[in-house]
């Protein structure tokens, strides 16, 4: 089945411990992108990669590291998380040729 | 920059009411138009896409009709039914600094009751 995964699905952390969330896609997109999605703000793009080793920020890169290593994965890592960064995170693909974006299942993410 | 304006809601309708989201949008060039579905606890699905003025998407029951002249993409439904409650999302998707970048509004939630 045609998916993008993301791990975990939830997740309480504390201030300061890092913490990656993963995102796996298996239909061999070329673009990935992660977002945050929150209240009366929507969805706002944090990073993205146009391919492997290629990433570039998006409108709310800070404390925020992307990798794109292997063309399916394309993780986020919080080094130092801080509570406005509390958030559902979202990733999602897309073919480079094509303009509509499949989207991951969410990951919740609490900051203490 | 390109934007996208939409009512947050809720909007709470009973059963086989009609169904109208308004979107509206700025954008330079000629930008494709979508609405993206969010189901509870899921992440979002393209619901329907216009890819140029005058055309219509149209997915499940639900229509869009891309309007160049007043830069709007509202959706509608003529009958919904409780299985629609989500959060809708309209977007628009343009080329931006050699990257297709798409931009998001802030969501509409739809509360079907029976």
């Known amino acids: 089945e045609a998916q993008v995964t993301q791990n975990p699905r939830y997740l309480i952390t504390v201030t300061g411990k890092k913490l990656t969330v993963t995102c796996s896609q298996n239909?061999?997109?070329?673009?990935m992108s992660w977002y945050r999605q929150d209240p009366g703000l929507g969805l706002r793009q944090i990073y993205y990669s146009m391919n492997v080793e290629v990433t570039d920020k998006g409108d709310v890169p800070e404390g925020y590291k992307v990798s794109r290593k292997e063309k399916r994965n394309f993780p986020l890592i919080l080094e130092s998380p801080s509570p406005n960064q509390t958030s559902l995170y979202f990733c999602?693909?897309?073919?480079?040729?094509?303009?509509?974006?499949?989207f991951g299942p969410g990951t919740r993410l609490l900051v203490l | 920059g390109d934007s996208v304006t939409q009512m947050e809601g809720p909007v709470t309708l009973s059963e086989e009411a009609f169904l109208t989201i308004n979107c509206t949008y700025t954008?330079?060039?000629?930008?494709?138009l979508f609405w993206y579905v969010q189901y509870p606890g899921e992440g979002l699905q393209l619901l329907l896409k216009?890819?140029?003025?005058?055309d219509k998407g149209s997915n499940k029951g639900f229509e869009a009709t891309y309007r160049k002249e007043t830069t709007s993409f509202h959706l509608e439904k003529g009958s919904v039914q409780v299985s629609d409650s989500a959060v809708y999302f309209c977007?628009?998707?343009?080329?931006?600094?050699?990257?297709?970048?798409?931009?998001f509004g802030i969501g509409t939630k739809l509360q079907v009751i029976p």
């Open positions: 954008a330079t060039g000629y930008p494709s």
């Open positions: 216009a890819t140029k003025a005058d």
């Open positions: 999602a693909s897309r073919l480079a040729r094509q303009e509509t974006q499949y």
């Open positions: 977007a628009l998707s343009a080329y931006s600094g050699g990257y297709q970048k798409v931009t």
């Open positions: 239909m061999n997109h070329e673009y």
